[in-house]
């Protein structure tokens, strides 16, 4: 009997210090994520909010870890932390990291499912820019133009869209940027009947935009190819 009330002690001794010890460690890194925040140490607020997870798990911290992955160019890292799978009880954070590190790892069809899931939850132009662009890219040319649609109509002047094909990224107004891809969608619905109804969209975009280098790039290719159309034989 004294010897089970010994071990009864012992044990409870050892999660007592075990609880002690945990709350000292979470107490530790809450101090040391607050100090890397102040010093814009990303590294270092990414090793606390990762300690700080394993003591005490929250979907917000590794949402934030997430996102603090994501803007630290390290996507799959980013997927690992919150997985990739479409949950509509998301976070809009956990939403945003997912579509767009699936985008930049090349998921288009994932990655289509999650900005869907954002555009539901907040419609805006940006968004359908991404999801027409997606679309395009898989071949689903009628969804894409209904996002297209949307964003000539909801476009206004202050909203831009950045392009990075040049060695200097710029800016274009979000409606010539919906323009280019109307133009680029009316080329791949017959890309032998409608090169001249495609490059008219891409002067559109040219009048709104003259400096829109990638319409400028699109439209010298298909009149290449409409002047020599023998080289796609």
């Known amino acids: 009997m004294k010897r089970l009330l010994l071990l009864a002690l012992i044990l409870m001794a050892g999660v007592s210090v075990d609880a002690q010890s945990n709350s000292q460690l ?43 992955y ?16 479409n949950n509509p009880s998301d976070s809009d954070i956990a939403v945003e990291v997912k579509a767009v590190c699936l985008q930049t790892l090349n998921q288009g069809k994932l990655a289509i499912e999650q900005f ?64 280019y891809l109307k133009g680029l969608i009316t080329f791949r619905k017959d890309p032998k009947a409608n090169i001249d109804a495609a490059v008219a969209v891409l002067d559109e975009a040219l009048a709104e935009a003259p400096e829109f280098n990638l319409a400028k790039i699109s439209k010298d290719a298909l009149l290449a190819q409409k002047n020599n159309p023998s080289k796609d034989n």
């Open 116 to 179: 869907e899931e954002l555009f539901r939850r907040s419609p805006n132009v940006l968004i359908a820019y991404e999801l027409a662009d997606l679309k395009t890219q898989q071949d689903d040319l009628e969804g894409a133009m209904t996002h297209v649609e949307y964003g000539i109509a909801n476009s206004t002047d202050e909203i831009q869209r950045t392009f990075y094909e040049s060695q200097v990224p710029y800016q274009v107004s979000a409606k010539a940027a919906f323009l």
């Open 26 to 68: 979470l107490q530790h890194y809450e101090a040391y994520y607050k100090q890397m925040k102040a010093q814009g140490d990303v590294q270092g607020v990414i090793n606390a909010l990762t300690h700080l997870n394993i003591l005490k798990p929250q979907q917000s911290r590794k949402d934030t870890l997430a996102l603090l």
């Open 70 to 85: 994501m803007n630290d160019g390290r996507h799959i890292q980013a997927l690992n932390t919150i997985g990739i799978e």
